[in-house]
């Protein structure tokens, strides 16, 4: 199987002006020298007005640190008030893009059908999507999980052909497990991601299978991601509390890299 170096991405949510991004960045920088780089891929995804200084600063320090948003419309232009389109992204040099995530399905009424044709806009502008699905809490107790992962994958991911598939970073969000410092077990985790690479076997083919980086997401921290990471089909995380405190993000980041903590 193909080597998949592990993804650890900060989501802020709707944290941070631009002055505290630049903080942030900057500790996380000065707490993981370059040899961590090689091990594990770190990436922020700070609301949309930090981009643009979190670009000057990566490009200025030249920072190995990458960034990204977390939403993209699904046009490219025109008359839609509020939204950021892929052209955009790709101007500020976003290497990912967050996309479906629960927040989104749940306050701002996206659907499987709006997730897929933002995943689209995103490969279209290769900013890289971070395709986020997971199962809310009465399906998990109605041991559903497994069967709605799969259909949110299905609907998400139609009419892609597998060169788009392998461009997709998965990430899979249980519902429950965001910001309730309730972490899915990491038998529990991987039991949905190995689904998620099956399903991607199945359909696309195994040489897609084995490079698409499957995230967890949910309470991740220092003290549970080594676990996580240790099984076999995580390839990282994504984060939202511990990735707002520079010193738990960095250490989380050195963790997924196989350490020393910085
Ligand atoms: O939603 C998440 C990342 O996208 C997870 O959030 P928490 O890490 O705060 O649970």
């Given at each position: ?16 002006n ?10 996380i ?5 370059e ?16 981009i ?32 950021v ?15 479906g995530?629960s ?11 709006i ?10 502008h ?7 699905f ?13 069967e ?31 910001g309730?410092g ?15 690479r ?7 083919g195994?040489?897609?299978?084995a ?16 676990e ?16 707002l ?18």
């Amino acid at each position: 199987m193909a080597a998949r170096l592990p993804l650890i991405a900060g989501n802020w949510k709707m944290n941070l002006n631009h002055l505290e991004a630049i903080g942030l960045v900057q500790k996380i920088a000065f707490s993981l020298p370059e040899k961590y780089f090689a091990k594990v891929e770190v990436a922020v995804l700070p609301p949309f007005v930090d981009i643009r200084s979190i670009q000057t600063l990566v490009d200025g320090d030249k920072l190995l640190i990458k960034y990204g948003a977390q939403d993209i419309s699904q046009h490219d232009s025109g008359a839609y008030t509020g939204e950021v389109s892929g052209p955009m992204l790709k101007k500020l040099a976003c290497h990912y893009v967050v996309v479906g995530h629960s927040e989104r399905r749940e306050y701002h009424g996206e659907t499987d059908a709006i997730v897929n044709a933002k995943v689209k806009a995103a490969l279209k502008h290769e900013v890289t999507p971070i395709f986020c699905f997971g199962e809310k809490l009465e399906t998990r107790e109605a041991k559903g999980h497994l069967e709605l992962v799969r259909q949110q994958l299905e609907a998400g991911l139609k009419g892609f052909t597998a060169e788009q598939v392998a461009r997709i970073v998965f990430a899979y969000e249980p519902v429950w497990a965001i910001g309730t410092g309730r972490t899915a077990s990491s038998a529990d985790a991987q039991e949905v991601c190995s689904l998620v690479r099956s399903f991607v076997a199945e359909k696309y083919g195994e040489e897609t299978a084995a490079v698409v980086r499957v995230l967890y997401g949910g309470s991740v921290k220092s003290s549970n991601i080594s676990e996580l990471i240790a099984q076999k089909d995580i390839d990282g995380a994504l984060v939202g509390g511990a990735s707002l405190q520079a010193d738990e993000f960095s250490k989380l980041c050195a963790l997924a890299a196989g350490g020393p903590l910085p």
